[in-house]
Structures are given as structure tokens and as C-alpha cells.
């Protein structure tokens, strides 16, 4: 976000709280800054709190009313005892002010028009100038704890959006109310992959048949990939003594989120939230020669995080995560190539799906270095290995202080999608920590133990959260490789069933992943019903089809790009629509 596209949410968050205070006098402002894509300002409304479109639309007309006579912001240095006195009937800026006493920041009030409020600053100079009252609006409703804590009292949250200019604000609109058709969650229930049930728990998604296939086929491409390049297969359990988690660093810091068990022994375990530590242990379990290193090894398998359940939401946020995970145990002479190699696995997956990628390259934040394992010298030279790595393989490429991992830096993958939202997908992680806490060595050319490293990589993050990116990028639009139906023979008539039947059996042997439709239904409805559930392919069955022993190919993207063809590729042999179908599944076009 550009500084003046802040200072222009800021101050609308401001103008908010004006007209609030305006038509609601009793409401009382707290805090208002800007976001992404707009600003809030939260509110206690007491009994009189503001309901639906028509109150949010009175409060935008205001705005748009005052917005002229706001010319120019000014702002004062105040005592504490001052700020006090002004906001003596405001509990809630009262306790900010303490705070702000209590940190030693100057206390500050910008006055803009008729309306002073405590800040810190960051605003238009001149309002009435520098914002087009068209270009923002309110947007809706939310309840929000005072300062994030649910042992405080609830407020009324109001949230606006707010851009440059009007055509930017309807860009968005357009591209949310896209996003909205394509929400996971709603696809997902379209061609039943997945649900949620109340009885399992929220954040535990159940996967059903076709879901599961996606899952499995997804997975074997990355494995695919990924042997390619010498990765073996590895299982480990999914519960660990806490020693496990001492030694690796992750219980001081992540102990609040695991999910522990205690034995009948008094024993105490912990589900897995991650793989890694596990992992080491497997490479520890022998001595290793410099000549059998790198050691790759991979799995899938789900790791558990306890998550506030405020913060689960569909497949993006789940309880429960399957990870693609691999970890390559290497010299240090040996990390670039690593990590190309792993990178060309990541551009092959992601090509796959029609996504863009830029790489971050997310470091520690150093005036915080308490929240990271190891030393300073440390965390230099590994992000220092990922900056020359990004620089030689010349990639277009950003840095992020303050989005590592607690025990080394990471490249991320950001994907555009086809709405222009950013992801972060894929991440590659260099840690010279692990390998420190456990000790792990190689013998080196003189006999002598050397420190080895780590490289961590998922591809897919994790299977749910990927799942969710693709079905909105694709819109449900599965791939032929990739659909659980990938196509559905539609025999016109009874008389054609049994010739549907034969074709179906061809299909099924050649390893085609076919329906027969064979419902009393018109064939139009039928076509409809095809392409409303995305299949790829279907192949109608009539009379002349069966005096020739072909089908009639139709494709669900053929109608989609040349609406006059009405999907028709042709009347084909079984054979030929066979070879076609299994070359395009196997290219994974």
C-alpha cells in the first residue's frame, strides 16, 4: 500500500467517526486505522448500534456531505492531563492514553473540521482536495473485541473500502463479487469433495470419494516430481514424546498450540504440528558418509495445530493439515543445487495450473531476535546463502524481514491467481539450527564429523489450503488429469444402453475415469447436467453412433471458448477418443 493510499483510508476512518459521532452521539470512538483495500473504526454504540444497509448508507451520504469542508488537518502535542480532561467520558481512549503515558510516545490530537481525535498521525493534508468522493464505501457490519481480547467488551465494528480512484473501487467490487462465485466452499460442495460436520468439529474437513481422488492426484504428481530428483519415501508416527519438541525448540515456543496427550502413565505426547523433528531422527539413526549425502526424504502425512476457532474458516484454515513435506539433510557445498532443484520442482507444479510465481525472501526481524532459535551469526549466513541463491537463479524476487520461520529463513512462492490475488504457496526453508539442537554430522573427506544442513519444502503447503487456491483460480474448472469424473457417456435412448455399456468398459480398462448416465432424462438435460458439475468430456450415444461403433465427443471448454460449436469435437472410434483422451491425461494438459 502506497503511503498516500494509507493516509487517504486513515483519514476516511477519521470522517467515519465524524459522522458517527454526528448522528449517534452517545457512540463512543476507539480506534480506526486503515487496512487493506479500505479502514474500520470501531465503536461503542450502547443500545443504539446501527442496523442494516440503510443506516451504513445514511453514514456514507454524510461523509460524502462533509468530505468539502474538510480542507485542512492540523495537530497539537497534549499533556496527558489535557487528553484526559477531553476524553473524560471515553473509557476506552482513556486507556490509551495511559498506554501512550506509559511508553513515553508524545500524545497527539489531529483535528480535522469539527472533529479532534487522539492519534499518532498519517493522514491527507488536505482531505477535500486529495479524496474523490467517489471512491469509497461503507461496506459492512462486524463485532470486534476492544483491542482483540475476548474478555473485553464487544464493539461495532464499521468497515469502508476506499482507493484512488472510483474505477480502482469498482475493479475491486467486481473482482470480490467473482471471488464470492468462486468461493471454495461453495465449489467444494458443488462437486462434492469435501464437508464439515458439527459432530467431528469445525476445522476438520472429511473428504469425500471424489475429494479424496483430487487429494491422491495432486499428491502423485508432487511425488513425481519429486523422485526425479532421488527423494525416498519416509513415514513417521503422529504423536512424539515432548522431549521430541524440547530438543527442536518448538515446545517453548509453540506450546500453546499443540495438542497433548497424556498417557495413562502420566506420560506426556503431543500431536505432531510439524514433521521435521521427526525427520531428523530418521537421518540420525546411522553415521553417514560425505559420499552418501544429500539424504532427500518426503511424505505426506497431516500435522495438527490448535487453532482459536474464530480463526478456522473452509479449507484455508483447518485444525488438521497435510502436508507435502521433504527434507534434504546436505553439505553445505551442496545447498544451491538443492534448492534448484527443488525450485524447478516447484515451476513445474505451479505451470501446471496456469499460476505466476515471485519469490520472497522471508528473514528474521533482527530487533526482534528473541522469537528466532540460534545466533545472529547464524541467521547472517543462511540469509545470505538465500540472497546470493535468488541472485543466481535470477529470479524477480523481494525481501520480508520479520516472516522467517523461527529456526531459519525461507523463499516463498507467491502465486498470482486469475483474479490477480496474491498467495503464498510453496516455501523452501534453509535451517542451520536443527541440525545444531540434534547434532546431526556427516563424515567428511578426513574422517572428521561436519555440521551438516537442513532444507525444508512443501510444494502444496499443505493439500487444503492449495485445494482452496486452485478451485478459486480455476473456478472448479478441474483439468482432464485431474477431474474425478472425467467423462460421461450419454446414450440418447434405452435402445443405446448396451453399446454405452461396451464403451464404458473400454474406457474404464484404459484407465479413464467414466460414468454412464443412464436416466430416463432428455439429452439436453442431461448435457446440462454434465457441464453444470465441470465435466470435462461427455460422448452421446445414439443411433447412427452405434451402427458405427463411434461417439460423438463433446468438451465442456470447447463450448466455453466457441459457443457455436456447442462443445462438439466430433463423431469419433472409441479408439481414437481412447488415444486422445489418455495422451491428454498423461501430458497433464
Known amino acids: 500500500m502506497s503511503a498516500s493510499l494509507e493516509h487517504t483510508r486513515h483519514t476516511l476512518a477519521h470522517l467515519l467517526a465524524a459522522v458517527v459521532r454526528e448522528v449517534y452521539p452517545a457512540a463512543l470512538p476507539t480506534i480506526g486505522p486503515s487496512v487493506e483495500n479500505g479502514f474500520y473504526y470501531d465503536f461503542d454504540f450502547g443500545a443504539t448500534k446501527p442496523s442494516g444497509d440503510e443506516a451504513l448508507a445514511k453514514i456514507e451520504e454524510k461523509m460524502r456531505t462533509l468530505l468539502p469542508s474538510w480542507d485542512v488537518f492540523t495537530h497539537k502535542v497534549v499533556t496527558a492531563t489535557e487528553a484526559r480532561a477531553y476524553f ?8 490509551l492514553i495511559q498506554d501512550i503515558e506509559q511508553s513515553g ?44 481480547d475476548e474478555k473485553n467488551p464487544m464493539l461495532t ?12 473501487l469498482d475493479d475491486y467490487l467486481l473482482q470480490r463479487e467473482e471471488a464470492r462465485k468462486r468461493d471454495h466452499r461453495k465449489i467444494g460442495q458443488e462437486l462434492d469433495l469435501f464437508t464439515f460436520s458439527e459432530l467431528v468439529g469445525s476445522g476438520l474437513p472429511l473428504w469425500t470419494p471424489r475429494g479424496t481422488l483430487v487429494r491422491h492426484e495432486l499428491d502423485r504428481y508432487v511425488w513425481e516430481l519429486r523422485a526425479k530428483h532421488g527423494y525416498q519415501r519416509v513415514t513417521i508416527p503422529h504423536i512424539t514424546k515432548k522431549n521430541l519438541y524440547e530438543t527442536s525448540g518448538h515446545w517453548a515456543k509453540f506450546a500453546d498450540e499443540l495438542f497433548r496427550i497424556k498417557t495413562r502413565e502420566d506420560h506426556e505426547y503431543a500431536l505432531k504440528p510439524m514433521n521435521c523433528p521427526h525427520h531428523t ?35 484455508t484454515r483447518v485444525l488438521s493439515i497435510t502436508q507435502d513435506d521433504s527434507h534434504v539433510f546436505c553439505r553445505q557445498s551442496q545447498v544451491q543445487e538443492e534448492f534448484f532443484h527443488i525450485w524447478d520442482i516447484v515451476d513445474s507444479f505451479y505451470s501446471t495450473f496456469g499460476f505466476t510465481l515471485r519469490v520472497r525472501l522471508s528473514f ?31 529470479a524477480d524476487y523481494f525481501e520480508a524481514p520479520g516472516e522467517a520461520a523461527m529456526y531459519g529463513p ?9 483474479m490477480g490475488r496474491n498467495h503464498q504457496v510453496a516455501t523452501i526453508q534453509l535451517d542451520m539450527n536443527q541440525p545444531e539442537r540434534f547434532d546431526l554430522t556427516c563424515n567428511n573427506e578426513k574422517g572428521e564429523k561436519e555440521r551438516i544442513v537442513m532444507i525444508h519444502c512443501a510444494v502444496m503447503g499443505s493439500i487444503e489450503r492449495f485445494l482452496a487456491v486452485m478451485l478459486e483460480h480455476l473456478g472448479g474448472v478441474l483439468p482432464l488429469w485431474l477431474a474425478p469424473e472425467q467423462v460421461r457417456i450419454l446414450p440418447i435412448a434405452d435402445a443405446h444402453h448396451a453399446f454405452a455399456s461396451q464403451v464404458y468398459d473400454q474406457l474404464k480398462t484404459a484407465g479413464v475415469r467414466v460414468e454412464v448416465d443412464l436416466s430416463s432424462e432428455s439429452l439436453g438435460k442431461k448435457i446440462r447436467a454434465a457441464k453444470m ?57
Open 88 to 95: 473524560k467520558d471515553n473509557v476506552y481512549k482513556l486507556e
Open 105 to 148: 510516545e508524545l500524545i497527539t490530537f489531529y483535528t480535522c473540521g469539527n472533529f479532534t481525535d487522539l492519534c499518532r498521525g498519517g493522514h491527507c493534508e488536505h482531505p477535500s482536495k486529495e479524496i474523490a468522493p467517489d471512491s469509497f464505501k461503507l461496506d459492512r457490519v462486524a463485532g470486534a473485541y476492544w483491542r482483540g
Open 533 to 589: 458439475e465441470k465435466i470435462p468430456y461427455t460422448l452421446v450415444i445414439g443411433d447412427q453412433e452405434v451402427a458405427t461403433s463411434t461417439a460423438t465427443l463433446e468438451s465442456r471448454d470447447v463450448a466455453a471458448r466457441q459457443p457455436d460449436t456447442k462443445g462438439k469435437i466430433g463423431q469419433l472410434a472409441i479408439d481414437a477418443i481412447i488415444s486422445k483422451l489418455t495422451e491428454e491425461i498423461r501430458n497433464r494438459s
Open 410 to 418: 525461507k523463499l516463498d512462492f507467491m502465486a498470482t491467481d486469475s
Open 364 to 394: 528474521h526481524e533482527p530487533s526482534e531476535f528473541e522469537k528466532y532459535l540460534g545466533t545472529p551469526e547464524v541467521w547472517q549466513q543462511a540469509e545470505d546463502a538465500l540472497r546470493a541463491i535468488a541472485k543466481e537463479r535470477g
Open 281 to 315: 531422527q530418521i537421518f540420525a539413526r546411522k553415521p553417514h558418509s560425505y559420499r552418501e549425502m544429500p539424504q532427500r526424504y518426503a511424505e505426506t502425512t497431516v500435522v495438527y495445530r490448535d487453532e482459536q476457532s474464530g480463526e478456522l474458516g473452509g479449507l
Open 157 to 168: 465494528r464499521i468497515y469502508g473500502l476506499a482507493f484512488a480512484t472510483k474505477k480502482e
